[in-house]
């Protein structure tokens, strides 16, 4: 992460502290003017339910106003803002009854007068004890809510860094293979160009033949390497997204010859037979002929490697409307068993087999291949069995085949 990119997220942060500090009066106003409502609530149901109990006290029979009591307070209950108001209101009420059993002594009996308010007590207080409960429980559900949303904003915010915190070392992985790239590559190239030129002793004969010998080992030991910088860098530009295909058609049967012919020379010392199945009238495909050989020469190499002397190694290729365009690495070599198949497409997987474990290799081949197939909207399929082989297949859409001109 760059120091300017530093200084532009701390600048973000220091803007928005700033921001959250203007809002704070203004949340501090608003929640004053909250608790102004609340009291003003509070204060307007107390003169309702006042002014329900003395009117229905003294113009209506005791049964008939504890009704009209227990009405208004249902109803103030669900206005009132939290529970501790319901029992305000309630117990207000209470007074009110008793007043109005004090004022009711002279019209009616004793009992009746007892009874009559009895009931508007207890329907007060019943209708205050369903709605201190409904309160409470809306009250536990609007913690229980916030807390849900705390909870969920945290794992977001945690999201959101985790992701930017991947992508800023996805980002510095990037830049330093590019970098490492360049600079191992420079001295690569120096150390494959002068032990060729010794090899082959261009400027003369280098004496002895041991020499000549450790010309060569190191000539192949710096292409080896090379060849392991260039993958490792373009894995790293597919994990972060900057490879891109450059499409162009392409006559298969022709690409394949070219492959086949490179791997020739190390078919033919190993005892292994290469052979093409290439049909004449295969469509062309629309691809990026670089990464396609690329795809073709690590599928060959594992191909050639892995397979005894007297075997054989195949390229076939087909195409139908729903297959799109299939192409196929066949080998009769070791194989491998169907739990190491994950093994071998992840990256730096090695099969742990003793066959297998004679022949040096980077485990990279197999996973950037199937990169590769991926970035042509395409497939890698792998199928393997020991003692016996493996096909390869790599699976393009339909929109990459492109048919053939018709001859008149």
């Known amino acids: 992460m760059t120091e300017s990119t530093v200084q532009a997220a701390q600048g973000g942060a220091l803007v928005q502290a700033s921001r959250g500090e203007r809002r704070a009066p203004l949340s501090d106003r608003g929640s004053a003017r909250a608790e102004i409502l609340v009291a003003l609530r509070f204060w307007v149901g107390v003169a309702v339910v006042s002014a329900a109990t003395v009117l229905a006290d003294l113009s209506l029979a005791a049964g008939v106003a504890g009704s009209v009591l227990h009405l208004a307070v249902v109803l103030l209950g669900w206005w009132a803002a939290g529970p501790r108001q319901v029992a305000g209101l309630a117990l207000w009420a209470s007074a009110l009854v008793g007043l109005g059993f004090a004022l009711r002594l002279e019209e009616t009996t004793l009992q009746v007068a007892v009874v009559d308010h009895a009931i508007a007590l207890l329907a007060v207080w019943g209708a205050a004890a369903a709605l201190i409960a409904a309160k409470r429980a809306q009250a536990a559900a609007r913690r229980a809510r916030t807390a849900l949303e705390a909870r969920l904003d945290a794992q977001a915010a945690e999201l959101v860094a985790t992701r930017i915190q991947a992508e800023i070392a996805d980002r510095s992985r990037s830049e330093i293979f590019a970098k490492m790239g360049h600079e191992l590559r420079t001295p690569l190239n120096a150390i494959i160009g002068f032990s060729e030129i010794i090899k082959d002793e261009i400027f003369g004969p280098v004496g002895s033949a041991r020499y000549r010998e450790y010309m060569h080992d190191i000539h192949d030991s710096g292409h080896h390497l090379l060849n392991l910088?260039?993958?490792?860098?373009?894995?790293?530009?597919?994990?972060?997204?900057?490879?891109?295909?450059?499409?162009?058609?392409?006559?298969?049967?022709?690409?394949?010859?070219?492959?086949?012919?490179?791997?020739?020379?190390?078919?033919?010392?190993?005892?292994?037979?290469?052979?093409?199945?290439i049909p004449a009238e295969l469509p062309r495909l629309r691809a990026d002929p670089r990464k396609l050989r690329q795809m073709l020469g690590h599928l060959l190499s594992n191909a050639v490697k892995f397979t005894e002397p007297g075997g054989r190694v195949s390229v076939s290729a087909r195409s139908g409307p729903e297959a799109g365009f299939v192409l196929q690495v066949t080998d009769s070599g070791i194989g491998m068993a169907l739990k190491d198949i994950p093994v071998a497409l992840a990256p730096f997987g090695q099969v742990k087999n003793p066959l297998r474990q004679r022949h040096e290799g980077s485990g990279l081949g197999l996973p950037l291949t199937q990169a590769l197939a991926e970035l042509h909207a395409g497939s890698l399929d792998l199928q393997s069995e020991p003692g016996v082989g493996t096909t390869v297949t790599l699976r393009f859409p339909a929109e990459r085949v492109v048919a053939l001109p018709k001859v008149a």
């Open 229 to 277: 910088v260039n993958d490792l860098l373009d894995i790293a530009r597919i994990e972060v997204g900057k490879t891109e295909v450059e499409d162009q058609v392409l006559a298969v049967a022709e690409l394949v010859a070219a492959s086949l012919a490179e791997f020739a020379e190390r078919a033919a010392a190993g005892g292994v037979a290469l052979h093409s199945e």
